[in-house]
């Protein structure tokens, strides 16, 4: 069955370093992956997609996500966290002719 | 008013009771989604309609009920739920539904507490 991990229920981080969300999936062909954050109250926005092409994918608020086939990983990456990214993102995978399956998310933490 | 609205934002019912959610998008978009958000759980597809016909009804129970009188309008009727049925329910649309690889848009949610 198709699934999504996100093993980080909760992750906290510092302002101004480094950030890496891993998300793992199961698929039986080559997925399309996305990130997406919801800040408390809010529903769900688009962060970045990833279908075909360069595996490094730019989105937006300086965030990137980079596919790892090999290792079935959509890891999302920001190089220094500001206060308001903290909120909870969410990892998806879908395969084109099937609803999209959501991650449980990770929840982010920011601490001056 | 622009992109997913979702009312009511907040919403109390008790198990007899008859209520509805109701979605609306200004996006032009052809697809409309229902989804469960519950702590500590994936978001679950409840309903997707895509040109205002049902195309997933992902083994909801009958007490969930929707409605999508046209493209731009999608409604959640509620009856006798029970209190495992409290969540977020969230609605989101889409071009269209029948690749999945459209961005997909959600409104800022509809919180349900069952008494």
């Known amino acids: 069955a198709q699934s999504v991990t996100q093993p980080d229920i909760h992750i906290t981080v510092s302002e101004g370093a480094s950030l890496e969300l891993r998300c793992n999936y199961s698929y039986g062909a080559t997925p399309y992956l996305f990130w997406y954050v919801q800040s408390p109250g809010q529903g769900l926005q688009l962060l970045l997609k990833y279908f075909s092409g360069d595996t490094l994918v730019q989105g937006i608020k300086g965030f990137e996500a980079e596919f790892k086939r090999s290792q079935s990983s959509f890891n999302l990456r920001k190089p220094s966290v500001h206060w308001s990214d903290a909120a909870e993102y969410f990892c998806a995978v879908g395969e084109g002719n099937t609803p999209l399956v959501f991650g449980k998310g990770t929840r982010l933490s920011v601490i001056a | 008013e622009t992109g997913v609205t979702q009312t009511p934002r907040h919403l109390v019912m008790g198990m007899t009771n008859k209520k509805s959610l109701k979605c609306e998008q200004h996006l032009g978009h052809n697809a409309m989604y229902w989804y469960k958000q519950s702590a500590k759980k994936p978001l679950e597809l409840m309903f997707v309609y895509n040109f205002k016909e049902q195309t997933e009804n992902n083994s909801v129970p009958s007490r969930f009920s929707p409605e999508c009188p046209n493209s731009s309008h999608l409604f959640l009727h509620l009856h006798t739920l029970q209190p495992e049925d409290s969540a977020l329910y969230l609605c989101?649309?889409?071009?269209?539904?029948?690749?999945?690889?459209?961005?997909?848009?959600f409104g800022e949610g509809s919180r349900l507490t069952v008494l």
């Open positions: 989101a649309s889409s071009q269209d539904s029948g690749t999945y690889t459209g961005e997909l848009f």
